[in-house]
């Protein structure tokens, strides 16, 4: 098994940002003219280097309607820049196996193997959603 390569990193760095960037435009329709601006300041910061709050959370504060799937996919590219950052990226979050760079070329905010993520998605599926 091996790691990504610098190369791998690199390609799937742009992913992410291509993904962030598709999912942000989705959103466009949704801001007001307040949001887009503050967008546009979020969109030239640089991924994964913080700031007081993710580019998910600023999303999830502007309060748009409709936007829980774009959210929720925004704040999987997010987790996956910290990873980056923290050196964890690439690591079966559940099992710590090396999850195989042709996965995260394919899937670039995977969080875990293959094995890890059919067995979480069968839990969840069972658990279900909470009904208000
Ligand atoms: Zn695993």
Same mark, same amino acid.
């Given at each position: 098994m091996t790691r990504p390569s610098r190369e791998d990193l690199g390609k799937i760095t742009l992913m992410l940002r291509d993904r962030q960037k598709a999912l942000l435009e989705e959103l466009q329709a949704e801001f007001d003219e307040r949001g887009t601006q503050q967008l546009i300041e979020l969109m030239g910061r640089e991924p #994964?280097?913080?700031? *007081?709050?993710?580019l998910a959370d600023a999303v999830a504060d502007m309060n748009i309607q409709r936007a829980d799937r774009q959210i929720h996919e925004l704040r999987d590219i997010d987790a996956a820049f910290a990873r980056m950052k923290s050196g964890?990226? #690439?690591?079966?979050? *559940?099992?710590g196996a090396e999850i195989p760079p042709q996965r995260l070329l394919a899937?670039?905010?995977?969080?875990?193997?293959m094995a890890c993520q059919q067995r979480h998605e069968r839990l969840f599926a069972q658990e279900g959603r909470p009904k208000l």
């Open positions: #994964g280097d913080g700031g *007081d709050v993710s964890d990226f #690439g690591i079966c979050a *559940d099992c899937h670039p905010a995977a969080k875990r193997c």
